[in-house]
């Protein structure tokens, strides 16, 4: 199985193609699990080929814990829970409350948008679904007998993508989330060297669809070629020639680029920096109409404080 589909950066998809690269079972089984896009059940596919067609190996890598003998294993094992947890979360038999969030990608405890609560799992996906243009949204389910709760991402076409226990009521599961290798991200060295198509100081961000509140995260690029942390895997570049708006962020962004790439010098930068700054606040102050003189009084009338007033 050809596994480029699953990467959520265009740029390297096409990249990785071009070069017909090969993944490692453990890159494989990451970058299928980390997929935005694929449904679970193609996640399975997936994991189920490498199982199938590529060699078994040991998960040790380096400070990320524990070590687990079997690749393999490991991913029956995740493939069993995930299916056991999606089963319980379509349960009808106990009663249960819904409610939904925007999902968060990037991290399996934290819930962010609290959008209201349900009896039924129908009436939630479709008011979370009408809520917003999101190409996804998260689905709580808290059984009202156990008290157990399940977290599942769906995209527009209702398929699950993801499927999380809330560790504190999951006890069993919990091991297998936590010290699983899938967790990776964060600040922390990606372990594999996966190559990328970026230059030095390219701009380059996390595309995503036009969404109010997100952060593309705009950075330059200084890596080495290959993957130093695991989002850059999610990362595309920016064409500056080719966009007709710039952002007040992106405008910073290449005036920095320009310094980094020598075509600046330290006071022209600043120049160019200060200006910019000064021109977006102006049209920022602008949004909110004229700006009202505030009354100051004279010195002679304002209070002055001698040292004597502190008692310290």
């Not at 999101?134 to 389910?141: C, E, G, T, W």
């Not at 989330?177 to 701009?203: A, E």
């Not at 600046?264 to 102006?282: A, G, Y």
């Not at 920022?284 to 001698?306: D, H, M, W, Y």
Request: with cysteine.
């Amino acid at each position: 199985m050809k596994f480029y589909r699953f990467l959520n950066s265009k740029d390297v998809r096409m990249h990785l193609e071009a070069m017909e690269y090969q993944f490692s079972p453990l890159e494989a089984a990451w970058v299928v699990y980390r997929s935005k896009n694929a449904a679970l059940q193609d996640k399975h596919k997936a994991w189920r080929s490498i199982i199938e067609t590529m060699p078994d190996t040991e998960i040790d890598l380096e400070d990320w814990e524990p070590r687990r003998d079997s690749l393999h294993a490991f991913l029956q094992e995740y493939m069993a829970m995930e299916s056991r947890l999606l089963f319980a979360f379509y349960d009808l038999g106990n009663l249960a409350l819904y409610n939904y969030y925007e999902p968060d990608f990037d991290s399996v405890d934290v819930m962010v948008d609290h959008r209201g609560v349900y009896y039924d799992l129908k009436s939630c996906l479709d008011d979370a679904l009408k809520a917003g243009d999101a190409p996804f949204v998260d689905l709580y389910r808290m059984d009202l007998t156990s008290g157990k709760r399940i977290r599942v991402t769906f995209d527009r076409q209702r398929s699950p993508v993801r499927v999380i226990p809330e560790y504190i009521l999951w006890l069993p599961e919990e091991e297998l989330l936590r010290g699983s290798f899938f967790r990776i991200g964060g600040f922390r060295r990606f372990p594999f060297r996966i190559p990328l198509p970026f230059q030095k100081y390219d701009l380059i961000c996390e595309p995503v669809p036009d969404l109010e509140l997100y952060d593309p995260g705009y950075t330059l690029y200084e890596g080495p070629g290959y993957t130093l942390y695991a989002d850059e895997l999610d990362k595309e570049k920016v064409d500056l020639d080719g966009l007709t708006e710039l952002s007040g962020e992106v405008i910073l962004m290449k005036i920095l680029r320009e310094y980094m790439k020598g075509s600046l010098s330290l006071r022209e930068l600043i120049d160019r920096f200060s200006h910019e700054i000064v021109s977006q606040l102006t049209d920022a102050c602008q949004l909110f109409g004229p700006i009202k003189k505030r009354n100051i009084p004279p010195a002679s009338e304002t209070v002055r404080i001698q040292d004597d007033d502190f008692p310290f």
